[in-house]
């Protein structure tokens, strides 16, 4: 194979560089992935047959130095699927979901591989090894294990198939999403349509428009736009089929439509756990999280649960008070709640989005985001203007420590488009360690994905406070990646349990919330005054209000997660099991929930967070608790706590197990009412 002609087999594992995307053609990702998968199968085939005795070094820690090649090429592959998709990328990932699934189950269930991992496990504390290193042989063989490599050989083989099936299936899910969000659009043509809605969602839906080739501003099924849109329109017509829009997607009869998927998924799921032993797919998931077993999980979510019903049965009466006042006699539906909660805000705390987004445009909170970062760790942020990243939108940062060490890049992609799926999103190109064959360290290329609506050109996109979060959320898991400082790629940056893989990211939100960062960085845009503390007062004062509402929709969406995955049988209509499961919760209709089955990314376009998206009130427990370090020091940026959240959270990875971990930057375990007051669900 000529690596001259293909750009991703050229040397990329030069620290502080690109791939050189303006030479990648989707043409060359099946070559260069089948040139990585052979050369990883070549390296494992000599280090499962050396002569030598299993020790860490020539098993273990050789086993981590394995497959650079396919694992420099993959992350370029999935990235520009997800970000900067064609038809042509899309096909290609379908085609290659089955056989990257058959390469990493044989990596994982080569028997004479797994014979020396399991020799190295079984003496690893009779080897003088570090404890970051005991961490790395557990880690280790317990990806073996979960792969199946101690089953019978008819088991084994079974495990693979389902694997692969899983795989084929996740891509699909995906997929259709996608093709779901970019097919809906909702024309706005005159002024009648666009009634109610403020300049920045008018703004939004013009360009949303001239991205598209479209002569009449449109909203379409990005999150930022919609949910703008619901809250602003006094069109309820319109606002109804958006919503219905946007809770429908994967839902549809036909090539796209996820139910059957999701079904199939969860039936593959259970058979995996049945193989290896367990009652169910949730039991055998969340073995290895924090949480342990769903019955831990379950007494977290019932009692988050049972106190966030009352909190929303108290919104529900001050925005049907709004109505009532407004002459509004409609009943109270889903469509309709963030409209009335806007009316609400304005009325009662006089906060009006419209107001605010002036004050957030995203280059000052970008800004205010690389300010925190040096504030609290000594990081800088230079742009790199010389490398160019995947698409124009693409911003690119040299990373350097205080000492003025370059420590990676830092990639950030902020605004919705077309060929990009939703959601916000952190990703690597590379990671850190120092277990390279030539003793060069690995410094981490870290990108952030994000799906703002862009702003009409000469103006800047302006965020809402709930953008500004989500801004900050991705950039604390950018500075989990940036900040890792471990030896070995297997236990690197954000690759930790997932039920403490959103501590950062949660964490780091609130500095986007932190008056001292709001004074300095949100100005207005035009005339570039700072805001005031008037308004500063006021968005303190609203800051609990609708948490029933948001605490309610997430958790429903956890509870469906989690009963889907218990089950010993999968549901034979999703659908119908949605709506059971939360009619005997007591969901109110006219809530809804975060995430409907047919487009619930989280559990179904891969496993990352099936039975487990729980995870992110459990962090929130965790944040929240960690929060209060600063708190009690008296200062948002505290040298002395913030050295210790650098040193014993943010640079870990995975080489300490995560209560450990925690434990070290606190002194003790966390709290759960700290998480219970910032909701506003105790006083």
């Known amino acids: 194979m000529d690596a001259t002609t293909n750009a991703l087999l050229i040397d990329g594992d030069q620290p502080l560089t690109l791939p050189d995307f303006a030479r990648i053609g989707v043409d060359d990702f099946r070559p260069a992935i089948e040139r990585g998968m052979q050369l990883h199968r070549d390296e494992l085939a000599i280090l499962a047959a050396q002569p030598a005795a299993p020790d860490f070094h020539n098993t273990v820690a050789a086993f981590d130095r394995c497959g650079r090649l396919l694992g420099r090429v993959l992350p370029v592959f999935y990235n520009l699927a997800a970000s ?30 797994f014979q020396r991992i399991d020799a190295v496990h079984q003496a690893r504390h009779q080897q003088g090894l570090s404890a970051e290193q005991v961490r790395l042989v557990e ?22 198939t389902i694997l692969g099936q899983l795989a084929e299936l996740n891509t ?24 109610g809605l403020p300049e920045f969602v008018r703004a939004a839906a013009r360009q949303a428009a001239a991205e598209r ?19 602003f329109s006094r069109r309820r017509d319109l606002r109804e089929q958006a919503w219905r829009a ?157 000492a003025g060490t370059p420590i990676g890049l830092f990639l950030q992609d902020n605004f919705s488009r077309p060929a990009k799926r939703s959601g916000a999103w952190m990703s690597t ?64 940056g954000t690759r930790v349990l997932r039920d403490f893989v959103e501590l950062p990211s949660q964490l780091f939100e609130h500095w986007g919330q932190e008056r001292a960062v709001l004074r300095r960085h949100a100005c207005h845009w035009q005339t570039g005054e700072p805001i ?43 659908e119908q099991f949605e709506a059971e499961t939360l009619a005997a919760r007591g ?9 409907r089955m047919p487009h619930f990314q989280h559990l179904f376009a891969g496993d990352g967070y099936a039975a487990g998206y729980y995870v992110y009130l459990w962090a929130e427990v965790l944040e929240a608790d960690a929060w209060q370090a600063f708190v009690e020091a008296g200062d948002a940026f505290d040298p002395a706590v913030a050295a210790r959240l650098k040193a014993e959270i943010y640079s870990r990875g995975d080489s300490v197990e995560p209560g450990a971990a925690y434990r070290a930057f606190r002194g003790r375990d966390a709290g759960v009412a700290p998480m219970l007051r910032e909701r506003g669900l105790i006083d």
């Open 84 to 113: 900067a998709t064609t038809p042509a990328l899309q096909a290609l990932q379908r085609e290659l979901a089955a056989p990257l699934a058959a390469h990493f189950s044989a990596v994982y269930q080569d028997a004479a591989l």
């Open 139 to 160: 880690r280790t063989h317990r990806d073996f294990t979960t792969h199946g490599a101690q089953l019978a050989p008819a088991a084994r083989a079974e495990y693979a």
């Open 172 to 195: 699909r899910f995906a997929q259709n999403l996608l093709h779901d969000e970019n097919a809906f659009t909702l024309p706005l043509p005159d002024e009648a349509a666009m009634d």
């Open 213 to 231: 080739g479209l002569p009449q501003p449109v909203i379409t099924l990005g999150r930022s736009l919609i949910l703008s849109f619901l809250g």
């Open 246 to 402: 946007w809770v429908s997607r994967g839902a549809h009869a036909g090539a796209h439509d996820n139910r059957p998927l999701a079904r199939q998924i969860l039936a593959l799921r259970q058979r995996q756990a049945a193989l290896m032993g367990c009652a169910s797919y949730a039991d055998f998931k969340l073995g290895d999280t924090m949480a342990g077993t769903p019955d831990r999980v379950w007494a977290l979510l019932d009692d988050v649960w049972q106190r966030a019903l009352p909190a929303l049965d108290k919104e529900r009466a001050m925005l049907r008070e709004a109505m009532a006042a407004a002459g509004a006699t409609e009943p109270l539906e889903a469509w309709d709640w963030r409209y009335w909660s806007e009316q609400v805000r304005q009325a009662r705390f006089a906060l009006d989005d419209a107001e605010l987004k002036p004050y957030f445009p995203l280059p000052a909170m970008v800004a205010a985001a690389l300010e925190c970062a040096q504030r609290l760790f000594g990081l800088r942020f230079t742009p790199r203007t010389d490398l160019a990243g995947y698409h124009p939108d693409v911003a690119v940062y040299q990373v350097d420590d205080a």
């Open 429 to 492: 190109l590379a990671v850190q360690h120092r277990n390279s064959a030539d003793g060069t360290p690995s410094l981490p290329v870290v990108l952030n994905n994000n799906n703002f609506a862009r702003g009409e050109p000469g103006t800047p996109t302006l965020l809402s406070p709930d953008d500004v979060r989500t801004l900050f959320h991705e950039f604390g898991h950018g500075l989990h990646g940036l900040l890792s400082d471990v030896g070995y790629e297997r236990l690197s």
């Open 532 to 574: 005031p503390e008037a308004l500063l007062d006021k968005i303190a004062a609203a800051r609990r209000f609708g948490q029933g509402y948001d605490t309610v929709r997430y958790v429903a969406s956890a509870i469906l997660d989690l009963a889907a995955h218990q089950r010993s049988t999968p549901p034979d209509d999703v």
């Open 587 to 595: 969901l109110p209709a006219d809530t809804g929930i975060a995430h």
